[in-house]
């Protein structure tokens, strides 16, 4: 079965964005700070993030697996006018250069018939 593939990839300023508004909307989703750093984990599927605790006074690394960078992503997409399908399955991905969210939908391929290809095309010609 055809599938179509889409990716939507985040650059690390549109990331720490996407992070800083889910933890904003998700009580507990990451400790409290300033997001000073991320780097991408190699082999782990997963984000390291650096942040500036006031209330501790230094500096605390989360490790954020691609289940925890989910729904961050998807809200990044709402909250910028990216329009995600609802069927498709979603899960991100997480390589050494970026992040991204990938969305899955199965689907068929249409082959026109000659009689579409003219219905739709007049101007065209049979080969």
């Known amino acids: 079965m055809v599938q179509e ?3 939507i990839v985040l650059d690390k300023n549109e990331l720490i964005s996407a992070l800083e508004s889910h933890r904003g909307m998700t ?14 984990v190699d082999d782990t599927n997963s984000v390291n993030v650096t ?3 006031v209330s501790q006074g230094k500096e605390i690394s989360v490790m954020l697996s691609d289940a925890m960078l989910l729904q961050p ?13 609802r069927q498709g ?17 199965d689907g068929y391929v249409f082959v ?10 007049p ?3 049979a080969h």
């Open 5 to 7: 593939l889409r990716q």
């Open 89 to 105: 399955s979603k899960k991100v991905c997480v390589t050494k250069e970026h992040v991204a969210l990938r969305i899955i939908l």
């Open 27 to 40: 009580c507990g989703y990451m400790p409290t700070g300033k997001i000073i750093d991320l780097a991408i």
């Open 112 to 121: 026109p018939s000659e009689k579409d290809i003219m219905r739709l095309h």
């Open 51 to 53: 942040l500036a605790s």
């Open 73 to 85: 992503l998807i809200r990044f997409c709402i909250e910028n006018n990216i329009m995600l399908p």
């Open 123 to 125: 101007d065209a010609t």
